[in-house]
């Protein structure tokens, strides 16, 4: 298990029962099976030890409170650079330009109590990729936003340059901005209120150039209507250059802004949202609106997919390193399912990996380097 020989282990070496490789192997191995709780996991390990020791040497399972203090323990900045390094290999080495890279935060209710702020999870998704490239715990939502420098210079790693990154409204700050352009990526930063005088000056703008009696002939515009089911939905975005309106505003990297407007119909009834971004693309309103799109995935590919396949957001795990390594752990899981492929929702698979020993083998050979 050559993912895992590099973690250190933070346990006294006296009186060890059992390695930690062998101890992250098998719990990886259970969370994909649909184990969601260190007594779980221990119960998948006696269940296949006959298949564990196949390509591990193991006297005994561990018990759940073995797992319980080795993952609390577990130093979770080690274990996330080991999943990088693997993410690294599959995905070829680096991304490529063009690629989507889409960064939002996400709470584990479970890990709040009483008054006590629960984690938040920053995730990375990759969209062509479909992976999880990392993942970063915070404690509480505002602290997301001093996090996401360091989550930017570990995505150095994966060379991010050409890549289009898209955040939402709490990741708009110079500095994320700032940085993506010393990385030579490109951005799409969705836009509120919070920017003050920033917000209320690109709503000016495209105020001005859609104008019926004077249009802007620098505006990109494309109009969408996604095919009707139980709602009709129709998507309207503009694009115009930022400068020289906005040059006062010194955004890094800016060059664009776009404006998106939805209309949703549902039993008759229609509402509309405007929603706003800023962007360091050229005019493009049909890239723009691509990127803008595909930033959902994070929430639909992703956080949803953790929370009902993987049941993320009942997990009670509170101490210490404890809930960020599950965290890990499952967003591990995750992409050794996708990056396999077998077809079949995540919540239908994880059964049929449990069940099946062979599937579980190809997962985990996708751990080893080629």
């Not at 260190?38 to 399972?61: C, D, H, N, S, V």
């Not at 650079?81 to 693997?86: K, N, V």
């Not at 209710?109 to 998704?125: C, F, K, L, P, Y």
């Not at 709490?170 to 994320?176: A, I, N």
Request: glycine share 6%; with cysteine; proline share 4%.
């Amino acid at each position: 298990m050559s993912s895992f020989a590099e973690i250190p282990d933070q346990r006294q070496p006296r009186g060890l029962n059992h390695s930690l490789v062998n101890i992250v192997t098998i719990a990886l191995c259970a969370v994909m099976s649909g184990a969601d709780t260190y007594p779980e996991i221990q119960a998948f390990g006696e269940t296949k030890k006959a298949w564990l020791k196949g390509f591990l040497e193991l006297r005994r399972i561990p018990d759940h409170e073995t797992f319980r203090r080795v993952f609390a323990q577990l130093d979770p900045i080690h274990f996330q650079s080991s999943a990088l390094d693997w993410i690294r290999h599959a995905i070829g080495g680096r991304l490529q330009g063009g690629d989507i890279v889409s960064i939002d935060g996400k709470r584990l209710r479970g890990t709040s109590a009483d008054e006590v702020q629960g984690i938040h999870m920053v995730n990375v998704w990759a969209a062509r990729q479909g992976l999880c490239l990392t993942a970063t715990a915070v404690e509480g939502k505002h602290n997301e936003i001093s996090t996401l420098p360091s989550v930017l210079d570990t995505l150095s790693l994966l060379e991010l340059s050409g890549c289009v990154v898209t955040l939402d409204a709490m990741g708009t700050q110079r500095d994320v901005a700032k940085r993506l352009v010393s990385l030579n990526a490109q951005y799409v930063l969705a836009l509120k209120g919070n920017q003050g005088r920033l917000f209320e000056d690109v709503q000016e703008l495209f105020e001005m150039a859609l104008n019926p009696s004077d249009p802007d002939d620098r505006l990109s515009q494309l109009h969408t209507v996604e095919p009707p089911h139980a709602r009709q939905e129709t998507r309207t975005c503009w694009m115009l250059p930022a400068a020289p309106f906005l040059d006062h505003h010194a955004w890094p990297g800016l060059q664009s802004v776009v404006k998106v407007r939805s209309q949703r119909t549902i039993k008759g009834q229609t509402t509309s949202e405007n929603r706003y971004f800023l962007s360091s693309l050229p005019v493009d309103a049909a890239r723009a609106l691509h990127c803008i799109r595909t930033h959902w995935h994070i929430e639909n590919r992703l956080h949803w997919v953790l929370d009902v396949a993987f049941r993320e957001d009942e997990s009670k795990t509170r101490t210490d390193h404890g809930p960020e390594n599950l965290a890990i752990l499952r967003r591990w899981a995750l992409n050794l399912m996708r990056l396999e492929g077998t077809a079949g929702g995540l919540a239908k698979n994880r059964k049929r990996v449990g069940w099946d020993d062979a599937y579980r083998s190809r997962l985990l050979a996708l751990l080893t380097p080629t």
